[in-house]
């Protein structure tokens, strides 16, 4: 539930379903991060909401996909910007 909240997913799920817009062929594209199956510290609240959105994106796939919108997640990796370099 507290993930659920944060996220605001079962909110937005919920709007969009019975929503005009969400007509087969839609689909919810998910920003989560490669982070989400790594363990970099200091990352514990980033990498865990992260996953589990990825978790979400899956669950929302298999609740929607029956209506005929996608549900996917794009997981980009770092960006080499001197921060990361310099770890």
Do not use: C, M, W
């Not at 989400?36 to 200091?42: D, E, M």
């Not at 990825?54 to 080499?80: C, H």
Request: proline share 8%; no cysteine; hydrophobic share 45%.
């Amino acid at each position: 539930e507290g993930f659920a909240l944060e996220l605001g997913l079962e909110e937005g799920a919920a709007q969009l379903a019975p929503h005009p817009a969400a007509q087969p062929g839609r689909s919810i594209v998910h920003l989560a991060s490669i982070q989400a199956g790594l363990s970099v510290p200091p990352g514990i609240s980033y990498a865990s909401s992260k996953a589990a959105l990825l978790s979400a994106t899956r669950t929302l796939a298999i609740e929607l996909g029956p209506l005929g919108i996608r549900v996917n997640a794009i997981s980009p990796g770092a960006i080499a910007t001197h921060d990361i370099r310099s770890r």
